[in-house]
C-alpha cells in the first residue's frame, strides 16, 4: 500500500501562477515531511521541509501548509519559473525511524514559459 | 557542500550476471541508503546502514545484497541479475535521524 501519496502524476502551469502539489499519507506516526526536488539526470535534492508540529513553513517562493486532521500537506510555488521545472516527490518519516523516509511517487511540474 | 559519488553511471548487464554498484561519500555521514527509483513507483529503500560493516533490509530486498566495508563506501550486489531490476539506482547520505538525506547522480542500470 502507498503510505504517502501524491495525487498528481504530472502538473503544468504558466510562467508567473502559483504551482500547487498535494500529497497525502497514511500513516499518523509521520512527523516530518521534506520534500525533494529532482531534475532529470540528477539525484533528489532536499527542498524544504515541515515538522508536524507546524502548520506552514515558508521559504522564499516554497511554502509547504500542513493538516494534520486531514493528513494532507501541499506545496505551493509562487511565481513558477521555467526553471522550476522538475519532479517533486513528498516523503515523510517518524521520529523513531527519521533516518527511514518513505517517499510518494512523484509529481512531474512543467511551467510553459 | 556534502558530496556522494556513485559509479558506474550507466550499465548494461545480462541476466543472471553479476553486478556491483559502489558509492562514496564524503560527508561523514552515518547512515547510507540504495534505492531504486521506477517510473511510477517513485524512490524506494532497499538497503540501509548505519554503520560499517553492518547493513540493513529496506522495503524491496529481496535480489540485492549490500556491503558496508568502511564509513565512506556502500555497494549494492546484484548476484544474479533480472530484467525486473532495470531501473535507475540512487544513494544517499545522511547524518542521523531526521536530517536531510544527500543524494548522488544515480547509476541508469539497463539488465538484459
Known amino acids: 500500500q502507498q503510505q504517502v501519496r501524491q495525487s498528481s502524476q504530472s502538473l503544468t502551469v504558466w510562467e508567473g501562477e502559483t504551482a500547487i502539489l498535494n500529497c497525502s499519507y497514511e500513516n499518523s506516526a509521520f512527523d516530518y515531511f521534506p520534500w525533494y526536488q529532482q531534475f532529470p539526470g540528477e539525484g533528489p535534492a532536499l527542498l524544504i521541509a515541515i515538522r508536524s508540529v507546524s502548520d506552514k513553513k515558508e521559504d522564499g517562493r516554497f511554502t509547504i501548509f500542513f493538516n494534520k486532521r486531514e493528513k494532507n500537506l501541499s506545496l505551493h510555488i509562487k511565481d513558477s519559473q521555467p526553471g522550476d521545472s522538475a519532479t517533486y516527490f513528498c516523503?515523510?518519516?517518524?521520529?523513531?525511524?527519521?533516518?527511514?523516509?518513505?517517499f510518494g511517487t512523484g509529481t512531474s511540474l512543467l511551467v510553459d514559459p | 557542500e556534502a558530496a556522494v559519488t556513485q559509479s558506474p553511471r550507466s550499465k548494461v548487464a545480462v541476466t543472471g550476471g553479476k553486478v556491483t554498484l559502489s558509492c562514496h561519500q564524503t560527508n561523514n555521514h552515518d547512515y547510507m541508503y540504495w534505492y531504486r527509483q521506477d517510473t511510477g513507483h517513485g524512490l524506494r529503500l532497499i538497503h540501509y546502514?548505519?554503520?560499517?560493516?553492518?547493513?540493513e533490509k529496506g522495503d524491496i530486498p529481496d535480489g540485492y545484497k549490500a556491503s558496508r566495508p568502511s564509513q565512506e563506501n556502500f555497494s549494492l550486489i546484484l548476484e544474479l541479475a533480472s530484467l525486473s531490476q532495470t531501473a535507475v539506482y540512487f544513494c544517499?547520505?545522511?547524518?542521523?535521524?531526521?536530517?536531510?538525506?544527500?543524494f548522488g547522480p544515480g547509476t541508469r542500470l539497463l539488465v538484459l
Open positions: 516523503a515523510a518519516s517518524t521520529s523513531n525511524m527519521g533516518y527511514k523516509l518513505t
Open positions: 546502514s548505519y554503520v560499517a560493516d553492518s547493513t
Open positions: 544517499a547520505s545522511s547524518g542521523g535521524n531526521q536530517d536531510t538525506q544527500y
